[in-house]
C-alpha cells in the first residue's frame, strides 16, 4: 500500500477532489520459493512475504498442489492459498522461468535453479 495525493472520484458528491489516498500498489522483493513434486501432486514452501494475514495456513509452511500438469516443457498446478485465491503455478521447464499468478496484485515470477545441466531443460 501507498498513500498518493492526487485527484480521486468522489461518489457522494459527484466530482472529483484533490486530496491524499490510499492504494494497493506492487512492490519488488528478493524472495525464494520451494517446490517438491510426485505423481499425481506435489506442493509448494512460500516466503512469508507471499503469505497474505487471511490464509488457508497451510501445513508447516507448505500447501498442497492440485490439478498438477506435469508436460515436457511446462509444468502447472494450483494451490488454495485463502477462499478467494487459488493461484496457478507456472513453469517453463526450457527457460527455468516460474510464474505465480492469483488475484491482483498477489503474483510472483522468478528463475529456477539448475540442477542438472545433462538435459535440454532447466526444470
Excluded at 9 to 26: H, P
Excluded at 71 to 85: F, H, S, T
Amino acid at each position: 500500500m501507498s498513500t498518493t495525493y492526487g485527484w480521486s472520484w468522489n461518489a457522494r458528491t459527484n466530482r472529483y477532489d484533490y486530496g491524499n489516498r490510499t492504494e494497493m500498489t506492487g512492490q519488488q522483493f528478493d524472495a525464494s520459493l520451494m517446490l517438491q513434486f510426485w505423481d499425481g501432486g506435489g506442493r509448494i514452501r512460500l516466503p512469508k512475504k507471499l503469505v497474505p494475514p487471511i490464509n488457508s495456513r497451510g501445513n508447516d509452511g507448505w500447501w498442497d498442489l492440485y490439478d498438477v500438469e506435469m508436460g515436457p516443457d511446462v509444468i502447472r498446478a494450483r494451490y488454495r492459498l485463502n477462499g478467494l485465491n487459488k493461484p496457478l503455478v507456472t513453469i517453463n521447464r526450457r527457460s527455468g522461468q516460474i510464474s505465480v499468478q492469483g488475484t491482483a496484485p498477489y503474483a510472483f515470477r522468478g528463475t529456477c535453479d539448475l540442477i542438472d545441466g545433462q538435459e535440454h531443460r532447466r526444470f
